[in-house]
């Protein structure tokens, strides 16, 4: 899916993406996360990703690699 845009939207706790074909997809930020094992501190760099940096929030979830992301940033904490 080529992706042009996407927002954090606070009132849903979501990211809105917007595609090059006019699709509109909405990922709910709460079932993305819902069976990651997370840390405090990797859990506080996933919010952070979300709301400063949507689209590369958006990627890791779309291709099913959310968990190696969140792996990846508690071994930078090591």
Same mark, same amino acid.
């Given at each position: 899916?080529?992706?042009?845009?996407?927002?954090?939207?606070?009132?849903?706790?979501?990211?809105?993406?917007?595609?090059?074909?006019?699709?509109? $997809?909405?990922?709910?930020?709460?079932?993305? +996360?819902?069976?990651?094992?997370?840390?405090?501190?990797? =859990?506080?760099? #996933?919010?952070?990703?979300?709301?400063?940096?949507? $689209?590369?929030?958006?990627?890791?979830?779309? +291709?099913?690699?959310?968990?190696?992301?969140?792996?990846? =940033?508690?071994? #930078?904490?090591?």
């Amino acid at each position: 899916m080529n992706m042009i845009y996407a927002t954090y939207n606070i009132r849903h706790n979501s990211i809105d993406v917007f595609t090059y074909a006019g699709y509109f $997809l909405r990922i709910d930020c709460n079932k993305a +996360e819902e069976g990651l094992k997370t840390t405090p501190c990797s =859990e506080c760099a #996933l919010n952070a990703l979300a709301i400063d940096e949507p $689209l590369e929030y958006a990627r890791p979830y779309l +291709e099913g690699s959310m968990q190696m992301w969140v792996d990846a =940033e508690d071994s #930078l904490e090591l």
